[in-house]
């Protein structure tokens, strides 16, 4: 019963945090996402990823972007999807994540871009509680779009601590 009241309350926090505002909306797998524009640095195209050995398996590797390492992790296989060869589609979307009062720029290779949308509050519904068992916290909510549903992610919650470490590890 304390884990149904703390994941409402939690809810409750998270809707009191404004999700209103412009997203970059992409796809993964057929199914469409919003990360808040303000956390997007920039989209470039596919482009060598060195491999970086001992990472985690979604962890492709790392690219040099004008002077900067950068880690690039594939968001299918950070969220359990399966892996797909990469089109003239597919991109990198750079995005700054915050990590203990740090800004960390890290690559996110997505199926492809599709665009950026105004999203208003009352079209945000709260994420469904799955149980215990599925961890949801990294979602911001449900935007109901265009009779679709997009589903808005808090990137800075998208890695636990330990996966930070592992990336700022990889940027040696």
């Given at each position: 019963?304390e ?5 409402l309350?939690?809810?409750q ?12 909306t992409?796809s ?14 920039e989209?470039i195209?596919?482009?060598t990823?060195?491999h ?7 962890i492709?590797?790392?690219?040099n ?49 599709s ?22 916290n ?10 679709g ?23 040696g």
């Amino acid at each position: 019963m304390e884990a149904v009241e703390n994941k409402l309350a939690e809810n409750q926090i998270k809707s009191s945090l404004t999700r209103e505002g412009k997203y970059l909306t992409f796809s993964l797998s057929g199914e469409e996402y919003g990360i808040g524009i303000r956390k997007v640095r920039e989209i470039i195209g596919m482009m060598t990823v060195t491999h970086v050995p001992q990472t985690p398996y979604y962890i492709k590797g790392v690219i040099n972007l004008r002077g900067k390492v950068i880690p690039i992790v594939d968001l299918r296989l950070k969220f359990g999807m399966e892996a797909m060869d990469y089109t003239e589609r597919t991109c990198i979307i750079v995005v700054e994540i915050l990590e203990e009062g740090k800004t960390i720029a890290m690559g996110l290779v997505v199926d492809s871009v599709s665009e950026v949308v105004s999203i208003r509050e009352g079209d945000v519904d709260d994420t469904p509680a799955f149980g215990n068992a599925i961890d949801t916290n990294y979602i911001l909510g449900m935007a109901k779009t265009g009779g679709g549903v997009k589903i808005l992610l808090d990137i800075d919650r998208v890695f636990a601590s330990e996966e930070i470490a592992d990336l700022n590890k990889t940027m040696g």
